[in-house]
């Protein structure tokens, strides 16, 4: 989240507001009520601001969407993905897919920046999991961070 320009923007007003406020008080003498506290709420609002709005609207779709919280299905091939959900059947190729990533407890299969496929460890047995970190390793083209 912190990549794009916005929230690095955002965040670096945030800290100039708190580091303003600072100044007030240590070089100028005055205290945190007034003007110089606003210049801390300002701050602290520029920096939490963003991720807490990214989070309420993340939340606001899953809760709206029924569809997010079906089960999916996945089989995974030296083709691509396939995906199986009660009302969905889709296939994606491999030279579609963005880029994989490992969690502690995830794989995040990327279509694009924003658009991924969470697949929980837990699903996995210990043999497939090591199978499916090796057909990663061996897919053409493919981005792979695992751990």
Same mark, same amino acid.
């Given at each position: 989240?912190?990549r794009?320009?916005?929230?690095?923007? /955002?965040?670096?007003?945030?800290?100039?507001? @708190?580091?303003?406020?600072?100044v007030?008080?240590?070089?100028?003498?005055?205290?945190?009520?007034? !003007?110089?506290?606003?210049?801390?709420?300002?701050? @602290?609002i520029?920096?939490?601001?963003?991720?807490? @709005?990214?989070?309420?609207?993340?939340?606001?779709?899953?809760?709206s969407?029924?569809?997010?919280? !079906?089960?999916? !299905?996945?089989?995974?091939?030296?083709?691509?993905? %396939?995906?199986?959900?009660?009302?969905?059947?889709?296939?994606?190729?491999?030279? %579609?897919?963005?880029?994989?990533?490992?969690?502690?407890?995830? /794989?995040l299969?990327?279509?694009?920046?924003?658009?991924?496929?969470?697949?929980? %460890?837990?699903?996995?047995?210990?043999?497939?999991? !090591?199978?499916?970190?090796?057909?990663? %390793?061996?897919?053409?083209?493919?981005?792979?961070?695992?751990?």
């Amino acid at each position: 989240m912190y990549r794009k320009a916005t929230i690095i923007l /955002f965040s670096a007003v945030g800290v100039a507001f @708190i580091f303003s406020n600072f100044v007030a008080k240590v070089y100028f003498g005055m205290s945190f009520v007034g !003007e110089t506290n606003t210049l801390l709420i300002v701050g @602290i609002i520029f920096i939490l601001g963003p991720s807490v @709005i990214a989070w309420f609207q993340a939340y606001t779709a899953w809760r709206s969407s029924p569809a997010f919280r !079906e089960t999916i !299905e996945y089989a995974f091939s030296p083709d691509g993905v %396939k995906m199986t959900a009660p009302d969905v059947h889709s296939f994606t190729g491999w030279n %579609k897919v963005q880029r994989v990533i490992e969690l502690r407890d995830w /794989f995040l299969i990327y279509q694009n920046r924003m658009v991924f496929h969470p697949v929980p %460890k837990k699903d996995f047995d210990r043999g497939a999991l !090591e199978l499916f970190r090796m057909l990663l %390793k061996s897919t053409h083209g493919l981005k792979v961070k695992l751990k």
